[in-house]
């Protein structure tokens, strides 16, 4: 059995995920924005766990550079093309049905170089710990793929669970829907319903961003957790949104604090301009 090498033994952030919306088997229309919930869930966690799993946006990319529909529910051998497209080493492909109350949730890791699938894993749990059920189904794939793993079981399955399952469903409806205004009323619901749900503050900042409603994207980006996983991000985004409103001395400071962790050219130039917009001279931050 070559499980313990290769494949396991790469763990951490050499390893490139892509996990595929679940295939939702509960007969129920009404639970189709589960499957990316899952999606959702398990690549949060697996980055948590120090994986690369790719993005939303990178795997609706690869779908659209492939010619397949984005509700698209590949076969084995489709999603290892897909997985090849984003050069990942990994799949994780699954299904969720209902029981009762319940929920079950299973799911299958597919090793793309060695070409084999890994034992399948599955979880239940009540509907209503929706959440919790996904990020223990993650804990196991997480183990599969590093039997090494370190982290707390409890820890890892209950980041998210603060999250109401209300919220977190408008969260999933608000990047799945096509239409901008439909997005938006439903990342705007989420953030009533939970008002330090970070993701959904970060999505709502990109979607006012987009439609150049600057300061109300800057005071979303405000609202993401600077030390979290979307913090740098959202502070040059704002930074950028503050600078479009000609709030010019608040992006320089948000620049300047992205610039202390990440001075990237495009972070520290901005800071630059922020400056010399003020009159100021920004010179020595042009790079």
């Not at 969260?171 to 008002?195: C, F, N, W």
């Amino acid at each position: 059995d070559a499980s313990g090498d290769g494949a396991e033994s790469g763990a951490g952030g050499s390893r490139v995920l892509l996990v595929l919306p679940f295939d939702n088997r509960t007969g129920q229309p009404n639970l189709e924005w589960m499957r990316e919930a899952a999606a959702e869930i398990l690549s949060t966690r697996f980055a948590s766990a120090g994986f690369q799993p790719t993005s939303r946006a990178d795997r609706m990319y690869a779908l659209d550079h492939l010619g397949l529909p984005q509700g698209f529910q590949p076969s084995r051998a489709s999603a290892i093309k897909l997985t090849q497209t984003l050069d990942a080493d990994s799949i994780v492909v699954g299904s969720y049905t209902t029981d009762g109350n319940g929920i079950v949730a299973v799911a299958t890791l597919v090793d793309v170089p060695q070409l084999r699938m890994l034992p399948e894993v599955s979880v239940r749990g009540e509907m209503k710990d929706m959440v919790a059920v996904f990020g223990e189904l993650a804990w196991k794939l997480t183990k599969q793929l590093d039997p090494n793993f370190n982290g707390s079981e409890q820890t890892f399955a209950a980041a998210g669970n603060g999250i109401p399952l209300t919220a977190f469903e408008q969260y999933i409806r608000g990047i799945m829907e096509p239409d901008q205004a439909e997005r938006l009323r439903h990342l705007q619901t989420a953030v009533k319903l939970s008002p330090d749900f970070g993701q959904a503050w970060m999505a709502l900042g990109r979607e006012d961003y987009k439609g150049q409603q600057y300061q109300d994207a800057a005071e979303a980006f405000a609202k993401v957790d600077r030390n979290g996983p979307d913090g740098l991000e959202a502070g040059f985004y704002r930074g950028l949104s503050l600078m479009f409103s000609g709030d010019y001395p608040h992006a320089e400071e948000a620049f300047a604090d992205v610039a202390r962790v990440l001075p990237l050219a495009e972070v520290v130039n901005n800071e630059g301009v922020a400056q010399s917009r003020q009159g100021k001279d920004g010179i020595s931050l042009f790079i």
